[in-house]
């Protein structure tokens, strides 16, 4: 990920810790993972690297809502001249004011001997409730960056639910022989009393069964930002993401 | 003579490297619309005052050489009549070339209206484009939409491709969100030879008193769209010239909207 851009992350996030702080979160439940996975057949062996984490934290009323997360986790493998790795790296912050949760993922492979299966993998989840006392205003934001892959399997999505007027959404990204990115954003309330529900993942896989050999490295990354707009007049996230937005306009 | 020799040492390389790059007949085509439209109908009793603006841009080339296109339109519509007012504004920009295009559009609309009334305005962008290359091009797609949150009325922006090799995202749509927000896709894709390229956005805007009987609303929707031709790898200055070429020269038999 542009430096550039995981700055303006890092900003609109601490902005959103910093000036929320006082907001009506009232229960708050978050949840996340990384696994990789790498294995290779050759000949009569086979080699196999597996690798997870991953964190949960319920945090009920009164609580400050404070944590911070950060981890890595990855798979590599190489045997009879095919070679796989995966390393995800991931952080999740919360506080009284939202969260902010990104996971990045970095895997090349060198795959296949006709007719022997080899695979790569790479999962990365994220779960979120959260309750506020009163009808609060948030804001959501989303972002994934993916690159070209002709020979893996990739998809990812970002889905908030419980919200009211929320627009329609859409905007997930399948198998992709392209490089791009995608972001959204919006302002919207969030009833009080009732559980507000996110759920974002990002997965990647390679399989010789989809072709064979399979010579490929690449990246992605999904960002996924929840913060309360502190009253009046919350500009933090969506600042930073004007900013961001206009730095890629022509 | 010697002047020939040097025009000669300087378009001969040119030439085979599009031979390279292009190879083939330039068979393109090339299309791209702009659209807008805002409509007012206030209704008080028998009487009715009604308001209409439209304006557009709409080209069809078979080929781009050498070709390219500017220009923008503003127009606002409104209507004020015992109590009930509407304004609609539309101010639409466009650019193509061989190179690509790009349209930027910005549509802001303030109701008052109903009251027992059926009163009634619309505010609509439609934006369009079709390329056809005479060999696999790499396209890359940019589209930016930035809305305000709507209540008492309808709020949508419509987005889709066709013709692109597994795109990861073909289409999205927002429907009368409450708060405001955006929305941004950027893709390099692959269009094959002989495959037409179609993008399609549409931004709308409406208020209707008779559903939702008195409507007022204050409502703004920006769409941005660029699409531009990605020059063959090391063919600088001119070959993205070339790109551009490539870029119009379309196949006519069997494209359609």
Redesign the interface.
């Known amino acids: 990920m542009n430096p550039l851009y995981r700055f303006l992350i890092a900003g609109a996030a601490f902005g959103a810790a910093s000036s929320g702080a006082h907001a009506g979160l009232s229960e708050l439940y978050v949840a996340a993972g990384s696994s990789n996975h790498s294995y290779i057949e050759y000949e009569k062996d086979s080699q196999r690297d597996a690798d997870s984490d991953s964190y949960g934290q319920f945090f009920p009323k009164g609580s400050d809502f404070t944590s911070n997360w950060a981890w890595e986790t990855d798979a590599m493998v190489s045997l009879g001249g095919q070679g796989a790795y995966s390393k995800s790296v991931s952080t999740l912050g919360t506080d009284s004011s939202g969260f902010a949760y990104t996971s990045t993922v970095d895997f090349g492979a060198d795959l296949g001997s006709s007719g022997i299966r080899s695979t790569s993998s790479a999962a990365h989840h994220f779960d979120a409730q959260m309750m506020f006392d009163s009808d609060t205003e948030i804001e959501f934001f989303y972002r994934v960056d993916f690159e070209p892959s002709d020979t893996s399997f990739q998809y990812a999505f970002a889905v908030i639910s419980g919200l009211r007027g929320t627009p329609t959404q859409g905007l997930d990204a399948g198998d992709s022989s392209s490089s791009g990115y995608y972001m959204g954003g919006y302002r919207a309330v969030a009833p009080a009393g009732e559980w507000i529900y996110l759920e974002a993942q990002i997965f990647g896989e390679t399989d010789t069964d989809y072709g064979n050999p399979v010579q490929y490295s690449g990246s992605y990354t999904l960002t996924t930002i929840v913060r309360v707009v502190p009253a009046p007049g919350g500009l933090g996230v969506l600042a930073g993401i004007g900013l961001l937005s206009a730095r890629r306009r022509r | 003579m010697k002047n020939f020799r040097v025009f000669g040492a300087l378009v001969l390389p040119v030439l085979l490297a599009s031979g390279a790059a292009f190879g083939g007949g330039p068979q393109n085509l090339f299309e791209f619309g702009i659209g807008t439209g805002s409509w007012i109908d206030v209704v008080d009793g028998g009487f009715v005052d009604e308001s209409y603006r439209d304006d557009g841009v709409y080209r069809e080339l078979d080929s781009l050489f050498g070709l390219g296109d500017s220009g923008s339109f503003i127009h606002n519509t409104g209507v004020e009549f015992n109590g009930q007012s509407a304004l609609s504004t539309n101010d639409a920009s466009y650019m193509y070339d061989e190179s690509g295009f ?1 349209a930027h559009s910005v549509q802001h609309a303030a109701f008052r209206l109903g009251s027992g009334h059926n009163s009634g305005a619309e505010n609509q962008t439609q934006i369009y484009g079709l390329m056809v290359f005479d060999v696999d091009t790499t396209v890359d ?2 589209v ?1 939409v930035d ?1 305000s ?1 709507v209540s008492g009325g309808t709020l949508g922006s419509y987005f889709e491709i066709n013709g ?6 073909t ?20 269009v094959l030879a002989g495959d037409a390229f179609e993008l399609y956005v549409e931004g709308y805007i409406g208020l209707d008193a008779e559903e939702y009987g008195e409507a007022n609303a204050m409502v703004d929707l920006s769409t ?1 769209v ?1 699409v531009s031709v990605v020059p063959a790898p090391g063919g600088a200055g001119l070959l993205a010239g070339f790109g551009l070429l490539a870029a119009r020269r379309r196949r006519g038999a069997g494209v359609s909207r």
Not at chain 2, 164 to 169: G, N, S
């Open positions: 790009e797609i940019f930016r809305y949150g692109v090799e597994d795109a990861p995202i289409g999205f749509e927002i429907e009368d969100p409450s708060g405001a927000g955006f929305y941004e896709i950027a893709m390099r894709v692959e941005s660029i």
